[in-house]
């Protein structure tokens, strides 16, 4: 794993056989996402191995629990859950997990950001997040990446990809000298951005065009236009997503005892009556029947 990951010297305060690690890895495009909880230990990244290194890398460390430090350049940033910070391969660095290791580590090949090297220099070893208006945003799609992407087919992963690039390079951009820098890719991720808030917030009865672009400092018109980039249009979106999320419920085996009513008031229906008209259109039967239907298709 550490060679795939990049090469470091690792420093454990146990005998070999009493260190316990868990680690996945996954790679969305060309940004590779490791998650991994582990025993306390220190990692070195010497000026021999970042010398004797052909593929120069940006890490991104999202703190999940716990406490780490980062330091490189006579910097140490202090990571605790939520915050970030990121390191060069091409220099030396040092990761302290005195308390152990839960972490996530995003992968970037520093061609793909292809940020100057100024701008990743005053980032790293700095705590760049979730504080900030961007690196708030980071975090949060940064952490909804890491623990969904399991879950993601080869075709998603490929459409997250430049998205999660772009973000990246926001977050460093933001936080330098150079803040103009950030302002494309953060006009490039607002549509994925839009569609997150829009998932996150789905059963919100009060979930509107309005609400949306309010909380994207955006106007209505904007926030039209930026679905229609997509395809879509919000109030047809969000019945479908309502709709699919109350059929999956109803699809349960054995079946809830939540009624019909409270089920399409949770997931932000006005009415029963409005709600069981349009499941019966975008299904072919009522909610009631499709319950009825499902204990018989299980036997």
């Known amino acids: 794993m550490r060679e795939r990951v990049v090469p470091v010297e690792l420093v454990l305060p146990r005998r070999p056989e009493d260190v316990h690690a868990d680690v996945t890895i996954t790679d969305i495009g060309s940004v590779q996402v490791s998650s991994v909880r582990a025993n306390p230990a220190t990692v070195h990244r010497t000026t021999r191995l970042a010398g004797a290194d052909d593929e120069p890398v940006l890490f991104i460390s999202l703190q999940k629990s716990g406490e780490s430090t980062v330091v490189q350049d006579g910097r140490g940033a202090v990571l605790r859950p939520g915050s970030i910070a990121c390191y060069d391969t091409r220099r030396p660095y040092t990761l302290l997990f005195e308390r152990g290791v839960d ?148 699809s349960r085996t054995p079946p809830a005892t939540e009624t019909i009513a409270a089920l399409a008031q949770r997931w932000g229906f006005k009415s029963p009556a409005h709600f069981s008209r349009a499941f019966k259109a975008a299904y072919g039967m009522s909610p009631r029947e499709w319950r009825a239907q499902v204990p018989r298709a299980h036997r």
């Open 103 to 250: 972490t996530h580590f995003f992968r970037v090949p520093l061609r793909d950001i292809a940020l100057p090297d100024e701008v990743v220099q005053q980032a790293v070893a700095r705590v760049l997040g979730p504080g900030g208006a961007v690196s708030g945003i980071a975090v949060d799609y940064l952490t909804r990446l890491a623990e969904t992407r399991t879950q993601l087919d080869t075709t998603a992963a490929h459409l997250l990809a430049a998205p999660s690039l772009e973000l990246i390079r926001a977050v460093l951009t933001a936080e330098s000298d150079r803040p103009a820098l950030a302002a494309g890719p953060l006009h490039g991720t607002l549509g994925l951005r839009v569609l997150a808030h829009m998932r996150d917030h789905l059963a919100d009865p009060d979930l509107s065009p309005a609400s949306v672009a309010r909380a994207h400092h955006i106007s209505v018109r904007h926030l039209y236009a930026t679905l229609a980039r997509h395809g879509i249009g919000f109030g047809d979106w969000v019945r479908t997503e309502r709709l699919d999320a109350c059929r999956r419920e109803l």
